[in-house]
């Protein structure tokens, strides 16, 4: 099995910064995309950033030019720098990894995090 932990996530005021971090733990042999998405109450989950295991990004328009995914590999961790923040970012971010799993090393599963809250105040 594999685990994923998130942590960053508070309230913040509007043009504020936060920095998410999740990281997995478990049965691992690679971890192949990792993602960030986002729920808002009443609204659908949405992709925010994805990056993948060579180092590719790409971002949802709305955070374009303001968020930035990274990732460290030697800690299974991905992050979410989040800049000149908006009350329409207010919403739960969940991270989802795509990770190839031991024994085997043969299958890909999809984990996801269990969110963090993230609030901006105008």
């Known amino acids: 099995q594999v685990q994923l932990v998130e942590s960053g996530g508070g309230l913040v005021q509007a043009g504020g910064s936060l920095r998410l971090s999740c990281a997995a733990s478990?049965?691992?042999?690679?971890?192949?995309?990792m993602g960030w998405y986002r729920q808002a109450p009443g609204k659908q989950r949405e992709l925010v950033a994805a990056i993948t295991s060579g180092g590719s990004a790409n971002y949802a328009d709305s955070v374009k030019g303001r968020f930035t995914i990274s990732r460290d590999n030697a800690k299974n961790t991905v992050y979410l720098q989040m800049n000149s923040l908006k009350p329409e970012d207010t919403a739960v971010y969940y991270c989802?990894?795509?990770?190839?799993?031991?024994?085997?090393?043969?299958?890909?599963?999809?984990?996801w995090g269990q969110g963090t809250q993230v609030t901006v105040s105008s």
């Open positions: 989802k990894f795509i990770v190839t799993t031991l024994p085997t090393a043969r299958y890909e599963y999809q984990y």
């Open positions: 478990g049965s691992i042999f690679s971890i192949n995309t």
